[in-house]
């Protein structure tokens, strides 16, 4: 979290079962950073700290959190629990932890039963950072400075669209001539 950030009430929560997972879910806090986005950083498990879990996500409206960004592992238990214990939007990364590279993760999170949904993001560092910026676009429907920098942030990928677009045509044009 960026020193400015840091003086304020966290917005959105991103947690993981594992400190394995951090290198990942520093990705999602990168893009949160970049939209001026306060957040915390949690470890907690739903299988090896069930209790520390429940409270994790029975209090995350209390404390203030809009979104909850999760690390989901093998079956995605993290994910589809905090799900079901918040009525908060819970997003959830598939991490390539396991023999399946995430495949896994990522089909028990588009699973998760009717009624506990959980938003399925893509597999690992591309997952993590459209997570950040998923949760930035939550953030943005009632905080208007977020909503600039996120259209900023927008605008900023179709320059750099448009500047690869003319390189590439600079490339084709001096191979056709």
């Known amino acids: 979290m960026t020193a400015a950030n ?8 991103i947690i993981m079962g ?8 520093l990705e999602a806090a ?11 950083v949690e470890v ?5 700290s069930p209790g520390r879990t429940h409270e994790y996500a029975t209090t995350a409206i209390a404390r203030g959190l809009k979104c909850i960004i999760v690390a989901a592992g093998g ?12 009525t908060l939007p819970v997003v959830a990364v598939p991490m390539a932890t396991t023999v399946l590279n995430g495949v896994d ?4 999170t588009v699973q998760m039963p009717a009624g ?3 938003a399925a993001m893509a597999i690992d560092k591309p997952g993590a950072i459209n997570a950040g910026i998923y949760a930035a676009e ?5 905080d208007s400075a977020v909503a600039q920098r996120l259209a900023a942030y927008k605008e900023e990928l179709a320059r750099s669209v448009a500047e690869k677009n003319a390189r590439a045509q600079q490339q084709v044009a001096a191979r056709q001539s």
Not at 77 to 86: C, D, S
């Open 6 to 13: 840091a003086e304020k009430k966290p917005q959105v929560g």
């Open 18 to 25: 594992s400190d394995t997972d951090l290198p990942v879910m």
């Open 30 to 40: 990168r893009m949160l950073d970049k939209f001026g986005i306060p957040y915390e």
């Open 44 to 48: 907690v498990s739903a299988h090896r």
């Open 75 to 86: 079956a995605a238990h993290l994910a589809g629990v905090v799900a079901a214990l918040t």
């Open 105 to 108: 993760s990522l089909l028990s």
């Open 116 to 118: 506990v949904p959980v």
């Open 138 to 142: 939550i953030i943005a429907t009632f």
